[in-house]
């Protein structure tokens, strides 16, 4: 049995995250402000490993960690991380979950105020406030009534008020007019909730592209997600990305010009070639896609994925080099080496690169780089 494992770790697709990677990003932001740093660890850590993530995010000056809901927050308390969490995509029906694990809990309704009530006392809780995207956080009709609820709350000592919190629809571009408007709408709410006699100590408004590129939306803490694992949304910062995915070579043929490769014939050798299978396939993650056009790097040179993918395969055109089985395929990486990047992979796949690493799929074998490699 051990021999039939180890085997199949052979043939299988691996995912390298390297966590000094992660420090040098929120050392990148720290650079850009004077606020507090949110390391954002949402979806697995952006499909990183969210613990792995935000152990290396503290370890590079990251005073918080923020999910988006109970779910995501208790594996963090388990694996013994101690920082402040915030958790702020909770359903009305949160559980004790929260006052368990002491986890701060967005609150963008009474109904969701009511429930956090029932369930402890002194709740550490953020004023959520919808400021311009019509998703989540209370619409403004609604935040007169919720500060309200809120002062009555906290003078009753169900609920401490610790921070207010909204979002930019269009910081990407700092420019944009919506920007503007998003950070009047939220220092409105600021100021109303100040008049119902509420004190929190944290405003929080910019995520990583306006934690890098827009100081007046900083306020006390910026919250970082995308920008931990090395994507900039905004395209104005160099960050380090922090995943490499890899797979074996497990077949190599030589063909003749003309053969049909994959389903439905879309490909044929326009000449006498040799083909790779490679292990990995939209199963894992890939977007189809990102087929035609799509690259990977095989024996220190970029070659084409051709014919279609399939669910947990691709081939790979690798003219006359000689491969053979058990090479290690670089499917993206930093790009030190010449290899594809997410950025690469999302623009063959016409998407964003949040969306390439957020995918890879459970298949996949993670690592993590040992800690003394920080």
């Known amino acids: 049995m051990i021999d039939v494992l180890e ?6 697709a691996s995912l390298t995250v390297d966590p000094a990677a992660i420090a040098a990003n929120i ?5 850009r402000t004077r606020a507090q740093v949110m390391a954002v660890v949402k979806a697995d850590g952006f499909g990183h490993g969210a613990v792995d993530v935000a152990r290396a995010a503290l370890d590079g000056g990251a005073t918080w960690l923020g999910v988006t809901s109970l779910a995501e927050a208790v594996p963090l308390r388990e694996a013994g991380l101690r920082a402040p969490v915030l958790s702020w995509l909770n359903p009305v029906e949160v559980d004790a979950a929260a006052v368990r694990h002491d986890v701060d809990l967005a609150v963008a309704s009474v109904a969701h105020l009511d429930r956090i009530i029932a369930h402890g006392a002194g709740v550490r809780v953020h004023l959520h406030l919808d400021t311009g995207m019509a998703r989540d956080g209370a619409p403004p009709a609604d935040w007169d009534a919720l500060c309200a609820s809120l002062r009555r709350a906290e003078t009753a000592g169900h609920v401490r008020v610790v921070g207010v919190m909204g979002h930019l629809a269009c910081a990407d571009d700092p420019a944009d007019a919506a920007n503007h408007a998003g950070r009047a709408a939220f220092l409105r709410g600021c100021a109303l909730a100040k008049r119902h006699g509420l004190r929190p100590s944290l405003r929080h408004l910019a995520a990583t592209a306006a934690a890098l590129t827009d100081p007046a939306s900083h306020f006390d803490l910026v919250r970082v997600g995308a920008g931990l694992v090395g994507i900039d949304p905004s395209g104005r910062t160099s960050l380090r ?24 014939h879309t490909w044929r050798a326009p000449r006498p070639t040799t083909l790779a299978l490679v292990p990995i396939g939209y199963a894992d993650g890939r977007p189809r896609a990102a087929v035609p056009g799509g690259q990977v790097l095989i024996r220190g040179e970029r070659r084409p994925i051709v014919g279609r993918m399939s669910m947990d395969q691709i081939v790979v055109d690798v003219g006359d080099a000689a491969v053979v089985p058990g090479e290690v395929v670089t499917v993206f990486g930093p790009g030190d080496a010449g290899e594809p990047t997410v950025a690469d992979w999302a623009r063959w796949a016409g998407t964003i690169e949040h969306e390439i690493v957020t995918a890879v799929g459970s298949p996949v074998r993670r690592m993590a780089r040992e800690l003394a490699s920080w």
Not at 7 to 12: F, G, K, L, Q, S
Not at 248 to 257: L, M, N
Request: charged letters at 15%; glycine letters at 6%.
């Open 7 to 12: 085997t199949a770790v052979r043939h299988a």
């Open 241 to 264: 990305p922090a995943m490499t995915l890899t797979a074996p070579v497990v077949a190599v043929r030589e063909v003749a010009a003309g053969t049909p490769v994959g389903y439905d």
């Open 27 to 31: 050392r990148t932001v720290r650079s």
